[in-house]
């Protein structure tokens, strides 16, 4: 209920800064461009034309609407009065005038030659001169010229950045090459900007320096081209070709000026033209940032691309290749290389990337239950382990964190544990968290209830601790700060779906899905559209004759099973066994492996001759050295599941941070990593936490459960 309110407060608060923010300010000025309308301007400001017309008495019609007319645009839609706009009240601005002058037009000069000759801004110059609002400069006005005292130091470095705002799918690294600049001097120049996520929000304004050829200071040859000014060309259309505003062109060739506009074989120097195979974001290329010491052969060879290709997308490569420089890539350059959030990471070996400098501070909030556990009966005891899930669970994880703590010692790094019994109660994390310090710690593990993981993530945001979800794919509630380790459903569906969309050919789909897998039902579909739909009777088993015709004698049967139901899965997968013949080539899956398939009931040897396949987030474990480091540690116990999980989950945790004591960090240069039945690949998705997006593709082979390798195909 607290969180309701908050939200509702913070909704009213920006409610009510909007309604001030728009109050403010009813209305915006608009220099008209050549090839602007009325109609065309109505359009991009959303108002009618006939507001506009009123909004600005001296413009009589649609024709009165000319080049470097400024027109007042009314936000609200509201017509203007004479009383509002700017010309008729008193702006105040920061620096007065300390003087004026006068100036008397004279034939062809420009509003931009009287800028740069008095060094003012067109504003400037129409504030103290109103009637240039609404009408052009003419021969023989008389012009007030404002003198400023002069500009210092800071508002000359004001005058080399410009305001950019964030267009959908780009990213830190698609802006920064647009500007040429490195993501940290983005990140200098935004010191908003998030230092826990690499997220960017549409809309979001940030400061950049301007582009070079933007400024005479910018010039350097090997930017430059020469180009012949043709028969009836503007510097509205030149200016848009080249990708740069008129005035920046007027800049660089003075004599345009001189000689009172273009002229037919005039020979310019403009910016070589922007590279234009495609907008410079995530839909169009991959991106990746150059690291220090590296060169041209290495990194053509990392990143799989000929030397012509690199530096036909990026031509500042022609003067040379400095670290921090982000270079853009073909986007189906991405399959063979290993890309997060549309940037190429460099493969990290963690273990060879140890600092034992770093000491990571580890806190367990796991329910151990102790509350409930009688210690003084030892076969009641093993019976509440074996029986109680919590409890197995938990003891399970813990112990294969053990043997993953033994692990990085070994490696030469120290972890400063601290473990905590949640008990499964929200009141007792919130006694802990007000009890314990947490300054300091380098991550927390646990807890696995919904309603204590909340409670955690609330407090240790506000210390920016990151959180790690043992058994958690998602949560009710936003966190940005949870690792959620467990693949969504989602995840693993698509990975299936994608893995058979890709090897499929002629085969015959069949879908059987109860009522609860709609979901899963109409992603199918969705892939194969051609699919028959098995009847399912009361939602508990097939209509079997309607069922039998579906089968193809002529092509392989792929039939998906989506149910949660012991019984339906035992009872299809014995009808699919039985329909197997010398004519009939039958192959079973699932979407959504669940306990309904590792029940007793069903038969191993039926999802055997079905070659049964479905997605996991974990694979069975071999006799590697983590089962004998288990083995060994526990008197030779074998490790189970949650052990495997326990291990994987805090290793991946302790290497990450002992190769940088800071999991956000290091989150953002580590890709895909693997252990000994986990993988973690997180994508980082803001303010809602970090998604676990690595899973496996599992396929029952000769009796045995075996890994479908991907690469393979």
């Not at 007042?72 to 920061?94: C, H, M, R, S």
């Not at 052969?297 to 530096?311: G, H, P, S, V």
Request: proline content about 4%; overall charge positive.
């Amino acid at each position: 209920m607290g969180m309701k309110k908050y939200i509702l407060q913070i909704s009213i608060v920006f409610f009510l800064l909007t309604s001030i923010q728009v109050s403010a300010q009813n209305y915006t000025t608009h220099a008209v461009k050549e090839g602007e309308t009325l109609q065309s301007i109505s359009s991009k400001y959303r108002v009618t034309p006939y507001t506009i017309l009123q909004s600005n008495k001296e413009i009589k019609t649609a024709s009165g609407i000319k080049p470097n007319t400024i027109l007042i645009i009314p936000l609200n839609g509201a017509v203007v009065t004479q009383q509002e706009k700017p010309q008729e009240k008193e702006i105040q601005e920061q620096k007065k005038p300390l003087s004026f002058s006068r100036h008397r037009v004279r034939k062809r000069e420009t509003l931009f030659g009287l800028t740069q000759r008095y060094k003012i801004t067109e504003e400037q110059l129409k504030r103290y001169n109103r009637q240039l609002y609404a009408e052009p400069l003419k021969k023989g006005m008389v012009l007030q010229i404002p003198k400023f005292p002069e500009p210092t130091e800071e508002d000359e470095r004001a005058l080399d950045f410009e305001t950019y705002t964030v267009l959908p799918k780009e990213t830190r690294w698609s802006i920064a090459h647009k500007y040429g600049i490195t993501v940290d001097s983005l990140v200098t120049l935004n010191p908003d900007l998030s230092k826990s996520s690499d997220y960017l929000a549409v809309g979001q304004e940030l400061q950049l320096p301007r582009p070079k050829g933007d400024s005479l200071e910018d010039q350097q040859v090997d930017l430059y081209t020469s180009f012949t000014v043709p028969a009836k060309q503007t510097l509205y259309s030149l200016g848009k070709e080249y990708g740069i505003p008129s005035d920046s062109i007027v800049k660089l060739n003075p004599e345009i000026m001189q000689l009172g506009g273009l002229k037919e074989g005039m020979v310019l120097r403009l910016p070589k033209k922007k590279d234009t195979s495609g907008e410079v974001n995530t839909e169009n290329f991959i991106f990746y940032e150059v690291k220090p010491k590296q060169n041209i052969f290495r990194l053509t060879q990392n990143l799989k691309i000929t030397r012509d290709e690199l530096f036909q997308l990026n031509p500042d490569l022609e003067n040379g290749l400095k670290a921090g420089m982000v270079l853009k890539l073909p986007k189906e350059k991405a399959e063979g290389l290993e890309v997060k959030n549309a940037l190429v990471l460099d493969k990290i070996n963690l273990i060879d990337s140890i600092n034992i400098e770093n000491r990571p501070k580890l806190v367990f909030m796991l329910p151990f239950r102790l509350d409930r556990v009688d210690f003084n009966d030892r076969k009641k005891t093993l019976s509440q382990i074996k029986t109680r899930r919590d409890i197995s669970l938990s003891t399970g994880f813990y112990s294969g964190a053990m043997v993953a703590l033994d692990s990085i010692k070994k490696m030469g790094v120290s972890v400063d544990v601290k473990t905590y019994d949640t008990e499964r109660n929200q009141d007792k994390v919130k006694e802990i968290l007000f009890r314990e310090n947490l300054y300091g710690v380098s991550a927390i593990i646990g807890p696995m209830t919904s309603s204590t993981l909340n409670e955690v993530a609330v407090q240790a945001a506000s210390k920016n601790i990151p959180v790690i979800a043992p058994i958690a794919s998602d949560s009710e509630l936003s966190h940005g700060n949870v690792y959620f380790s467990v693949p969504t459903d989602e995840v693993l569906r698509q990975k299936m779906l994608s893995y058979l969309k890709k090897i499929h050919t002629d085969q015959n789909v069949v879908i059987i899905a109860d009522s609860t897998h709609q979901v899963a039902h109409d992603s199918i579909l969705n892939k194969f559209p051609a699919a028959q739909i098995a009847k399912i009777i009361d939602n508990k088993s097939l209509h079997l004759d309607q069922f039998l015709i579906m089968l193809s004698e002529d092509k392989e049967n792929w039939v998906f099973v989506e149910t949660a139901q012991p019984n339906m899965v035992s009872s299809v997968s014995s009808i699919l066994n039985s329909a197997i013949s010398e004519e009939t080539r039958v192959q079973m899956f699932t979407t959504n492996f669940n306990n309904a398939f590792e029940n007793d009931a069903i038969s191993s040897t039926h999802l055997s001759n079905l070659k049964f396949t479905y997605p996991s987030f974990y694979r069975a474990t071999a006799n590697d050295s983590f089962t004998k480091a288990y083995r060994k540690r526990y008197k030779g116990l074998n490790p189970d599941r949650y052990a495997v999980r326990g291990f994987d989950v805090t290793l991946d945790v302790l290497l990450k941070l002992a190769h940088k004591n800071n999991l956000f960090e290091t989150s953002k240069i580590i890709g895909l990593t693997e252990y000994t039945g986990n993988s973690f690949n997180y994508f980082n998705n803001w303010s809602s936490g970090y998604y676990n997006t690595a899973c496996y593709l599992m396929e029952y082979d000769s009796l045995r459960i075996k890994e479908i390798k991907l690469n393979d195909l």
